[in-house]
């Protein structure tokens, strides 16, 4: 749970709850760049939890005893990291460079990675917008059967890629919804560049090997 509740009435602006696909959590944000995040973490394969507030860091401070609330807690498959949330002007300014510094060697010190994110890293376009289109349809069953189509489609085609349209045309012709191959895209059982626009023309592919052998675990 988080240490430190949002405030739901104030002053501030952009607060509100995001609703987890990966954790299953309600998660409050206190602005719409913390919200951007997080639906990167909740569609990055590498990422297994992640949860905001996490943990109070507290430390020395000229004989005063002084706490920090980070703004997430991230597990991925190699690392853990404690990343706060700041724009570039933020970051550049100078202001937060002593805190962040302090954080950091605490972080170290507890097998943790402090990690800073900025807008400039978040809000990588087409990126976020083909994610949050993807993360609408998140909760859509994925079934074995799914999985079973989209291996047996590229065997039978004999190619590594296809565009998207192809790919709607022959799930349509196996009555599955359009919603569940948006489902397989979010949840990387196919892969497409998420760096380009999501297009009836996108290049559609299958993972790795290695990708493979997790996907199956988010099958229902």
């Known amino acids: 749970m988080p240490v430190r509740k949002i405030p739901r009435f104030?002053?501030?602006k952009n607060i509100g709850k995001f609703s987890s696909v990966k954790t299953g959590?309600?998660?409050w944000f206190e602005s719409l760049l913390?919200?951007?995040y997080m639906y990167l973490l909740d569609y990055e394969l590498a990422i297994s939890y992640w949860i905001e507030q996490p943990l109070k860091i507290r430390f020395g401070d000229n004989g005063r005893t002084c706490s920090y609330t980070p703004?997430?807690?991230?597990h991925?498959?190699?690392k853990k990291q404690i990343v706060e949330v700041k724009t570039k002007e933020q970051v550049d300014s100078g202001e937060w460079d002593a805190l962040f510094s302090t954080a950091s060697l605490i972080c170290e010190q507890e097998g943790y990675e402090f990690s800073v994110v900025t807008d400039e890293f978040i809000r990588q376009q087409p990126r976020l917008e083909n994610v949050k289109t993807l993360w609408k349809y998140a909760r859509t069953p994925i079934r074995a059967r799914h999985q079973i189509l989209c291996i047996e489609f590229f065997r039978e085609k004999q190619i590594t890629e296809i565009e998207l349209?192809?790919?709607i045309q022959f799930f349509r012709a196996q009555h599955v919804p359009l919603q569940t191959i948006y489902a397989l895209l979010f949840w990387s059982?196919?892969?497409f560049d998420v760096m380009q626009p999501l297009n009836a023309g996108s290049l559609?592919?299958?993972?790795?090997t290695e990708i493979s052998a997790t996907t199956h675990l988010r099958l229902s």
Not at 71 to 74: A, G, K, N
Not at 204 to 208: C, G, Q, Y
């Open 10 to 12: 104030g002053a501030q």
């Open 25 to 27: 959590r309600v998660a």
């Open 34 to 36: 913390e919200r951007d």
């Open 71 to 74: 703004d997430f807690e991230v």
């Open 76 to 78: 991925r498959h190699s």
């Open 165 to 167: 349209s192809e790919l």
């Open 189 to 191: 059982v196919l892969n």
């Open 204 to 208: 559609i592919t299958l993972p790795s």
